[in-house]
């Protein structure tokens, strides 16, 4: 009879568990931990290079976005005014109307590192240690500038009382190195803004990045922001950047007739004609204008008769409009991409004729969360990218060819620099939820722009308190009447609005059994980010007179956008137990990697979820094993 197996101790597990999630937050470097091997001999590739999931997990890693640490004294600072300072009822007008996010007079511009000018003798080696050191030095300029901004002496923002938080940015040189390529290969470069805030995706570093390009501005999640709010954005756009392209698209459509078992309606990739044609056209006029030689060629009559224009001349534009389903948007990459014709010839004898570009080249650039992936899917009618609601999910840039004419390459999203709040970033999903530990102070700069209590139909925790009795002795007639305390004209913080949430749910700790803010906030900031609760900015050149009459009068909804249907909040994930919540707040590195984790969980098991949101399915290898990470988590407390 062979030994019994001795059973793993509950200690020990417990110390696995919490080394994983260390190991996924970024506390603990992988090469710390003792991993268990199997011998299992390694799988390598035709060119003699191991292969498998560690190769492809370390690629992964290296193109994580990277950004700073707030400091563990913001987070308590900001945590106890959260539960001190009162929100403003009724939401004056003024609040929906969009910040300009514009530079003050003693902060200095901020810009988009470029890469670095390289000779083809350079080897590799040269021309990453040139843009390692052009980075390094774009990272301290950038960090000072902000620095100087968020210590200002005006540190309250709208008289909030809250201090100023930082501002995020890319920080990691991998990703903005997919972005340069990207920029470079690109003809025609379609920037997406999100409608909720469009001159937030749209800061003056990036204006400023592609002001010698041909740009042409996509207004997304139009059926969100409404199509009042869109027109005024649109002409407002058009105002302050005269000249400018400007379409707007829906990435998504209602499934006709179909729910799924919850009664929920069902959404596919899809955008309506009318945008595609608008779409398309935008790009035709773009494509018209590379046709035209530049002025230093029209004036020499020697240099046009050679010139040769750097796009496709002839494009099947019908063909666009009509190119969709499963036979279009085949994914390329490598070897499969076919090579560009050179301007120089073939490198040898330098005699070859000029040729034009075998096809048009579009790009697709934005922030995190403005839906290029979603749109992408939307022009092919199907899915062909991986599209989710986490910010950030693609991580490579992707070429599809529309056409045999026409190329698209999905750039993966980038936080841009700019003087903006990191509340107004996790507001707007540009910032993954899941990393975000200044929670409170997020929830109070959201309820101060909507009626977060009103939306949840929430009661206040302190008329929920049992009364306490009196046993003073009192003569006749004398006894004070009992005041009775109304919901409604109860003083409202953003711990209260956390506390009431959760107490709703039904959401408590574990071990203390209070109520669990943590995982009320994350699912109220991904109700915000997603588009489950709508809201919109107005344009920053608004009255609050003009508001109001937009709004028919009604007043103190703010950014809300109220709808019929109730707010769906069923999908939501759980967010990470309070103790990994406490952990990350003692943190005190100055910059953290942004890894998968728990926001990926609420689609792991690639179940699609109703509503707008619920087309963005994933079937992923490293989501089932975060989901069932986060299944043994749960089960331990």
């Not at 048009?360 to 599209?387: D, E, W």
């Not at 953290?592 to 990926?600: I, Y």
Request: proline letters at 8%.
């Amino acid at each position: 009879m062979p030994p019994r197996r001795k059973p793993t101790s509950t200690r020990q597990k417990k110390a696995d568990q919490q080394s994983k999630r260390a190991i996924r937050r970024g506390d603990v470097p992988t090469s710390d931990v003792v991993k268990k091997t199997t011998h299992r001999r390694p799988r390598v590739g035709p060119t003699g290079q191991q292969v498998g999931a560690s190769s492809t997990i370390e690629s992964a890693r290296k193109l994580q976005s990277a950004f700073i640490k707030l400091p563990p004294d913001f987070l308590e600072q900001t945590k106890n005014l959260a539960s001190t300072l009162p929100l403003l009822r009724l939401i004056p007008d003024e609040k929906a109307i969009s910040p300009k996010f514009l530079q003050d007079g003693e902060t200095d511009p901020l810009s988009c590192p470029r890469r670095p000018k390289w000779r083809y003798d350079m080897s590799k080696l040269e021309v990453e240690r040139n843009e390692e050191g052009l980075f390094r030095k774009y990272i301290a300029q950038t960090d000072q500038a902000l620095e100087k901004w968020q210590n200002m002496a005006h540190h309250n923002d709208a008289g909030s009382g809250m201090p100023r938080s930082p501002s995020y940015f890319e920080r990691n040189l991998e990703v903005w190195r997919q972005f340069w390529r990207v920029a470079e290969i690109s003809q025609i470069i379609l920037l997406l803004l999100d409608s909720r805030c469009p001159i937030l995706h749209y800061p003056p570093s990036l204006s400023n990045y592609l002001a010698d390009q041909k740009v042409i501005l996509v207004l997304t999640k139009v059926d969100i922001s409404g199509p009042v709010r869109v027109q005024h954005w649109l002409d407002y756009i058009k105002r302050r950047h005269p000249g400018s392209r400007v379409v707007q698209v829906e990435s998504y459509a209602e499934k006709e007739g179909q729910v799924d078992h919850t009664g929920r309606k069902q959404y596919e990739p899809c955008i309506p004609l009318q945008f595609r044609a608008a779409l398309i056209d935008a790009i035709k006029d773009a494509h018209s204008e590379l046709l035209e030689p530049p002025q230093r060629v029209a004036s020499k009559p020697d240099r046009l008769k050679d010139w040769i224009p750097s796009v496709k001349k002839h494009i099947d534009w019908d063909g666009l409009l009509r190119a969709k389903g499963s036979k279009v948007g085949i994914a390329v990459g490598g070897a499969a991409v076919p090579l560009p014709k050179s301007p120089e010839g073939d490198g040898q004898n330098g005699n070859s004729p000029i040729q034009e570009p075998s096809h048009l080249t579009i790009g697709l650039i934005g922030q995190p969360n403005v839906g290029k992936s979603s749109l992408l899917n939307a022009l092919f009618g199907t899915q062909k990218v991986r599209a989710s609601k986490t910010p950030g999910k693609t991580k490579h840039f992707q070429t599809l060819f529309w056409t045999d004419d026409v190329r698209l390459v999905d750039c993966p999203g980038l936080v841009m620099p700019n003087y903006v709040p990191m509340e107004m970033q996790v507001l707007s999903g540009i910032l993954p939820i899941s990393r975000v530990s200044a929670v409170p102070a997020c929830i109070h700069f959201a309820a101060q722009l909507l009626p977060l209590e009103r939306i949840y139909n929430l009661i206040h925790p302190s008329t929920t308190l049992p009364p306490v009795e009196d046993k003073r002795t009192w003569r006749d007639n004398r006894k004070p009447e009992e005041n009775i305390k109304n919901s409604e004209q109860t003083n409202w913080t953003a711990m209260d609005i956390l506390t009431a949430y959760a107490d709703a749910k039904g959401w408590v700790t574990a071990k203390a059994g209070r109520p669990d803010i943590h995982r009320a906030g994350n699912a109220i900031l991904r109700s915000l980010a997603e588009g489950r609760i709508k809201w919109a900015f107005w344009p920053p050149d608004m009255s609050a007179e003009q508001i109001s009459a937009e709004n028919g009068g009604i007043q103190g909804n703010g950014i809300w956008v109220p709808q019929s249907s109730p707010v769906d909040d069923e999908s939501e994930p759980e967010s990470l137990p309070e103790s990994d919540a406490e952990e990350n707040v003692q943190r005190t590195d100055t910059t953290e990697e942004v890894v998968e984790s728990s926001e990926d969980e609420g689609n792991a098991t690639g179940i699609v979820d109703g509503g707008r949101f619920g087309a963005l399915a994933i079937n992923d290898d490293e989501n089932d094993e975060h989901s069932q990470s986060a299944s043994s988590d749960s089960e331990e407390f």
